[in-house]
């Protein structure tokens, strides 16, 4: 496999399945990740999951990323999107390719949800379409990762 993925997700994203369905959906975490991971083998990449509430131990992930292979990111940062500037410095830091998604469509939620630390450092954002987002966000950053120069 040439490629190495690895999917971050931040805070509350393990109650998926559980916390505000209507808003989430009631698929899991669990559900996403087996769904995910014969994707991204059909596509050449290895695909790495990391879940945590604890901004550090975000940080530490990102800033690991390369020396354990990975080439970029699908990242849903859940409200570290909106409060994060030291998650977005650890991602300018590493330098790899960041695919940012959403399983709600922030756009049409709160206003404080509205700000967002990583949507110009993203080189895409993928908003409101539940746990296959995940997918699209896979199929972008191979394609990124397949036709950009390293």
């Known amino acids: 496999m040439t490629r190495n993925i690895l999917v971050l997700n931040g805070p509350n994203l393990n109650m998926l399945g559980k916390r505000e369905p209507s808003v989430y959906g009631h698929e899991t975490l669990k559900d996403m990740e087996a769904d ?3 994707l991204a083998r059909s596509l050449g990449s290895g695909i790495t999951f990391f ?5 550090g ?3 530490d992930r990102i800033q690991q990323a390369k020396e354990s292979g990975i080439q970029g ?3 849903n940062l859940g409200g ?4 994060s500037v030291a998650i977005r410095d ?8 960041v695919v940012e998604i959403h399983v709600s469509n922030v756009a049409r939620r709160e206003a404080f949800r509205q700000k967002n ?4 450092i993203a080189i895409g954002s ?8 995940y997918h699209l966000a896979c199929l972008a950053l191979v394609r990124v990762l397949t036709t950009t120069p390293p």
Do not use: C, K, M, R
């Open 36 to 38: 995910l991971e014969p």
């Open 51 to 55: 879940q945590s509430n604890h901004e």
């Open 57 to 59: 131990a975000l940080i």
């Open 73 to 75: 990111f699908i990242a």
């Open 80 to 83: 570290f999107t909106h409060t």
């Open 90 to 97: 650890a991602f300018l830091s590493v330098g790899l390719p």
């Open 117 to 120: 630390l990583l949507a110009d």
């Open 126 to 133: 993928i908003s409101g379409f539940g746990i296959y987002g």
